[in-house]
């Protein structure tokens, strides 16, 4: 028998086997009596044992039709949920989509995106919110949010949909001026340029390290960061999509690359209850087409 027809008759059996009757379960899904029996026999012939004991009173589960009824039920509810999933679903997007982003990343690359999905889809409304901050997404009522990193919250959705690496950089004035560390734990001497926190992270003997850092400049904006750097005025830790062009033309010069981390993953965060939207499944697959024609 081939697959798609073992499936058809697993349903048609599970049906039988929760009305106990073949007429029932003939009725329940608007076919005839012979037709449920055929395809239970054909079923039987598959697996080569009988599935129901029959009687003029009363159809009883095998042994083998107990063990395959209690394995069917977890596969047959999940093609039933995606089919009703499909069959209720919006046919384009439309109502609101919020979008948490941060950064260089959010402007550079997701704006683009979103600036294209309000073209295709009129009836859509699209709020682009930026915060470096983990926004509770349901109580923000926040679709999808980017965040770079490792994740700690167990009850979100998330689908990686790129990485990025840093670098820590500073101007060939600035090294000429202060010299160059040669190991992270040398930055405590330099005057670093610092965003959120107070520690970089580093690969050290194989394993993650935060390193202190500390300079008279601070600032939660990355852009304020890089221009600072370029003015000379200190060290900067920043992602490449903010300092890959400097550094291609000479602008800035990047140390301790056998020390940074190189990859670290962007995720797209969902709340489990917004995570088969209409919405939310267009805009990943705009971005994954988006950031692969960027490879």
């Given at each position: ?85 499909l069959l209720n679903r919006s046919p384009s997007p ?202």
């Amino acid at each position: 028998m081939e697959t798609i027809k073992v499936i058809s008759a697993i349903s048609v059996f599970e049906k039988v086997a929760k009305n106990k009757s073949f007429s029932a379960a003939a009725t329940e899904l608007g076919v005839s009596k012979a037709y449920v029996s055929k395809l239970i026999t054909g079923l039987e012939d598959e697996f080569g044992e009988r599935l129901f004991i029959r009687s003029t009173r009363k159809v009883k589960l095998t042994f083998l039709g107990e063990d395959l009824f209690e394995k069917c039920q977890a596969p047959l509810d999940a093609l039933n949920s995606i089919r009703e999933g499909l069959l209720n679903r919006s046919p384009s997007p439309k109502g609101m989509f919020k979008v948490s982003v941060a950064g260089a990343f959010g402007e550079e690359y997701l704006a683009p995106i979103l600036f294209e999905m309000a073209k295709l889809y009129p009836d859509l409304k699209i709020d682009i919110s930026f915060s470096t901050r983990n926004v509770d997404l349901l109580d923000e009522n926040v679709d999808v949010a980017i965040r770079v990193g490792e994740l700690q919250d167990s009850n979100l959705y998330a689908r990686k949909i790129s990485s990025r690496r840093e670098y820590i950089c500073a101007s060939k004035k600035f090294f000429k001026a202060n010299g160059e560390p040669k190991s992270p734990r040398e930055l405590a001497e330099f005057n670093c340029l610092v965003g959120v926190g107070d520690s970089w992270s580093f690969n050290i003997k194989k394993k993650v390290q935060r390193v202190k850092v500390s300079g008279n400049l601070r600032s939660d904006n990355g852009r304020v960061l890089l221009k600072a750097a370029l003015d000379h005025i200190g060290l900067v830790k920043l992602p490449d999509v903010y300092v890959k062009e400097y550094l291609d033309n000479g602008q800035l010069i990047s140390i301790l690359d056998q020390y940074v981390v190189k990859e670290i993953p962007i995720w797209a965060v969902t709340h489990s209850k917004k995570k088969s939207s209409t919405n939310l499944k267009h805009f990943l697959d705009l971005l994954e087409n988006h950031l692969d024609k960027e490879k």
